[in-house]
């Protein structure tokens, strides 16, 4: 018995868009994810470690080992590997846990 291929995620025939990363915009193809566009900028990193503020960006790209994490939205810990780009989406670098401003 033999298994159907898996679907692979791919990147869509369709116009660029932007999306903006630290308020600078970055372009981005239909289907891509954050990361990719991100990398395709040049940008490699858009995270900070809770300790010693040392930067992270994709490592795995397969959203297995969290260095990618983002806030998108203004919603922080996103996977920015597994999170398809849309147009208009804002990405912030991402300081520690991503929660600064709940810390008492």
Known sequence: MSRPPADPERAEL???????FDGCPVRALPG??????LW???ILAWRTTRKG??????FCGIGSC?????TVNGR????ACLLRARPGDAVTTQ????HAELAV
């Open 14 to 20: 369709g116009p660029p868009f932007e999306i903006t």
């Open 32 to 37: 891509q994810s954050i990361a990719a566009a």
């Open 40 to 42: 395709a900028a040049g």
């Open 53 to 58: 503020g040392a930067p992270r960006g994709a």
């Open 66 to 70: 969290y260095d990618c994490l983002a």
């Open 76 to 79: 922080p810990n996103r996977r």
């Open 95 to 98: 300081e520690g846990t991503g």
